[in-house]
């Protein structure tokens, strides 16, 4: 099937890290994909990972894959404010993208 | 340059009616995507098109559909509307298609009564 499965929310405090979580189904995903989504606006692209990557580090932002287990994390580093938003992890299949449920990340000061 | 842009950006109809909607992607950008967002389901793929043909589809019935002009601005198009077609309705472009960083538009917001 193609179900991509992520917690709905996330709470933190200002100037922790988040750690968000995705499950993905289709082993032969080419990438997988970060996406944020802010207040009344659409997507926008974080970062993405090619599958045969283990880690990748943009700035603040950390991706880990687990091939095997077919996880995929997102790390953000001093969390602020402005990162509260909903956070999809997508993986492509066949050449369209298929997202998660995202997850709402709220960040208290 | 310009991003994607989606009208109208707020909508209502009432149940039987139908409704289309317009999605203009970045200049340049030959593949257009189309998902449905709802608070329950998520990010739901609609179909893609690339240079006017649709390349893929996701599992929605017949009532969506869609279609790409040749100057690859692209229109989705929900007849017989129904209470749980009440969305946002999200395109996306991107120079390559489904591999590659989608654009996205601020969507279409449409309520169905």
């Known amino acids: 099937g193609e179900d991509v499965e992520q917690s709905l929310f996330l709470s933190v405090r200002e100037g922790d890290s988040s750690v968000i979580n995705c499950t993905y189904t289709d082993s032969s995903s080419t990438y997988l994909y970060w996406y944020k989504q802010e207040p009344g606006a659409g997507l926008q692209l974080l970062t993405y990972?090619?599958?045969?990557?283990d880690m990748k580090q943009d700035q603040r932002l950390t991706v880990l894959l687990n091939k095997k287990d077919k996880h995929l994390s997102l790390r953000i580093a001093d969390t602020q404010t402005g990162d509260s938003a909903i956070y999809f992890c997508?993986?492509?299949?066949?050449?369209?993208?298929?997202f998660g449920t995202g997850t709402r990340l709220q960040v208290f000061p | 340059k310009a991003g994607v842009t989606q009208t109208p950006r707020y909508l209502i109809k009432t149940r039987g009616q139908q409704v289309t909607l317009s999605c203009s992607p970045i200049s340049g950008h030959r593949s257009v995507s189309w998902y449905q967002q709802t608070p329950g389901q998520g990010l739901q793929f609609l179909f893609e098109y690339f240079s006017e043909t649709q390349r893929n589809k996701g599992n929605f019935p017949g009532r969506f559909s869609g279609r790409q002009f040749s100057n690859s601005r692209s229109e989705m198009n929900v007849s017989t509307l129904e209470l749980g077609d009440s969305a946002l309705y999200l395109c996306?472009?991107?120079?390559?298609?489904?591999?590659?960083?989608?654009?996205f538009g601020e969507g279409s917001r449409l309520t169905v009564l």
């Open positions: 990972i090619f599958s045969n990557m």
């Open positions: 997508a993986e492509s299949i066949t050449d369209k993208l298929i």
């Open positions: 996306a472009s991107s120079s390559t298609g489904g591999i590659g960083e989608l654009f």
